[in-house]
């Protein structure tokens, strides 16, 4: 492998906020119960060995910062490389639909001056997927392209995704949105580091476009590749999306190919074992630590310390860390926040096509 460095940006949001991204980035919601959309980018980075990681930071990066801190879980408290925290860009989140705005990348050049890496990995922190960069770059240098990009044939329609042009393999344009069978664009590329530097210098003066926005008349002087990726990948951007993809979790064949093969590092927790209480009844579910439970839980996924009282119902839903369901409520098709508290008898239920969202308490 040639020496590589990544950056990582996570200044950007969803064209359709919700409850659940008012307080937080995209790229510090919660997965899983435990994990942090973040994990699978910066995860993905340190499994083919790099080791120099910078990270632009949203406006509202408090609980960025609380879960990444200084990157010790991902192996990134060095003394030659580490863990980069970087500014975004002075007017904050962008909801246009761009991932790599050339004004991060421009306001940021110190960090890829300052390293000798051939090439840089990009990506951004609301895609889960676990991914071998190592085949990636490989496949970069075979093809000689300046750039390459991560792409999947989407699978569903996504106003928050962005797709690609490709015509015989090669990046023709992009536009945001994507439907069944588009060539969906993953968030990620890997170009030689001077290449990237070049590409800056010719749109300074339009630094508010996205990367490949600005390279629009520019595919064919530039050479951009396309990457098809063939595992498990999801988007998380909306809330959509994001209830579909932790729902994806209870089937044993996508966890066993998104944990088992390289493993996906986050924040520790010493916490305690949960607690399965005589009468209770859990299905097909996850449950993080710390949790008791002395209702029902059906196809759900709970964070940790979360509490089911006896005759509580929670099927079909994202219970996040902290909350409480007390005795006699029943919770279905729901997202609940963490730290709520749901009384005695409520009903918190959505639908399949329409998820309630309950934000923090």
Request: one cysteine or more; glycine letters at 8%; hydrophobic letters at 40%.
């Amino acid at each position: 492998m040639p020496k590589i460095i990544g950056l990582i940006t996570a200044n950007y949001s969803t064209k359709f906020p919700s409850a659940l991204s008012d307080s937080r980035p995209a790229a510090s919601m919660p997965f899983l119960g435990r994990y942090r959309a973040v994990d699978f980018a910066l995860s993905n980075m340190v499994n083919c060995g790099i080791r120099t990681v910078g990270m632009v930071m949203p406006y509202n990066y408090r609980s960025l910062i609380d879960h990444v801190g200084s990157g010790r879980e991902w192996e990134l408290t060095r003394k030659s490389g580490g863990l980069f925290i970087l500014p975004g860009s002075a007017f904050g989140t962008s909801r246009t639909g761009s991932r790599f705005l050339l004004r991060d990348l421009i306001h940021n050049k110190i960090f890829l001056e300052r390293d000798k890496a051939e090439h840089v990995i990009v990506s951004s922190a609301s895609w889960v997927y676990n991914m071998d960069y190592k085949e990636l770059v490989d496949a970069h240098v075979a093809s000689g392209a300046d750039i390459t990009a991560v792409t999947q044939a989407a699978h569903d329609k996504d106003v928050d995704v962005c797709g690609l042009d490709v015509v015989d393999g090669r990046v023709k344009g992009i536009k945001h949105g994507i439907v069944f069978g588009d060539t969906a664009f993953l968030d990620c590329f890997v170009v030689g580091r001077e290449r990237l530097l070049e590409i800056l210098d010719w749109y300074a003066a339009n630094d508010y476009l996205d990367l490949f926005e600005a390279l629009a008349g520019e595919y064919d002087r530039v050479n951009v590749q396309a990457y098809e990726f063939e595992g498990y990948a999801a988007p998380i951007f909306n809330k959509d999306a994001y209830f579909k993809a932790n729902m994806d979790m209870l089937d044993p064949k996508i966890t066993r190919e998104l944990f088992s093969i390289r493993p996906i590092k986050t924040k520790a927790h010493d916490n305690q074992p949960a607690k399965f209480e005589a009468g209770c009844k859990v299905t097909n579910s996850r449950v993080s630590g710390s949790c008791r439970i002395r209702g029902t839980v059906i196809n759900s996924i709970l964070g940790r310390g979360v509490t089911i009282e006896k005759g509580a119902v929670v099927e079909d839903a994202i219970i996040m860390q902290g909350c409480v369901i007390k005795s006699g409520a029943h919770v279905q098709h729901a997202v609940v926040d963490r730290n709520n508290v749901v009384p005695e008898g409520t009903e918190l239920c959505g639908t399949e096509s329409a998820i309630l969202i309950k934000g923090k308490a």
